[in-house]
């Protein structure tokens, strides 16, 4: 199973800007690495996703725009830029990593997702 930690999280003002990463232990051509965050309160919901395949990203509507999420095949990571940041960004925010395989895209369903980071809080504050 692929080790995966998070980084960067903390604490920012509303309009900010902050960069999570994502180290992986092993990635590979077939790797789709996703971003799922959980707010207080609140299930967990995939929120970007990218094929280290081609580098295709794919986002959720709520951060399309805002959040850009980049892979490194050569450092194994995949880093999310967060910018222009709402408190309702406040969440706990983790990666996931699986091979595509058969799958025609990567998804943001976390059930299909195999191995876990354990979070990273972020905060943001009016």
């Known amino acids: 199973q692929v080790q995966l930690m998070e980084s960067g999280g903390g604490s920012v003002q509303a309009g900010g800007s902050l960069r999570l990463s994502c180290a992986a232990s092993?990635?590979?051509?077939?790797?789709?690495v996703a971003w799922f965050r959980q707010a207080p309160g609140k299930d967990r919901e995939g929120i970007a996703n990218?094929?280290?395949?081609?580098?295709?990203?794919r986002y959720h509507a709520s951060v399309r725009g805002r959040f850009i999420l980049s892979p490194n095949r050569a450092k194994n990571t995949a880093d999310l830029k967060m910018s222009n940041l709402t408190p309702e960004d406040t969440a706990i925010y983790y990666c996931?990593?699986?091979?595509?395989?058969?799958?025609?895209?990567?998804?943001?369903?976390?059930?299909?997702?195999?191995?876990w980071g354990q979070g990273t809080q972020v905060t943001v504050s009016t």
């Open positions: 996931a990593s699986r091979p595509r395989g058969l799958m025609s895209f990567c998804s943001l369903s976390q059930s299909l997702y195999e191995s």
């Open positions: 092993t990635t590979s051509g077939d790797t789709c």
């Open positions: 990218v094929y280290f395949g081609d580098g295709l990203a």
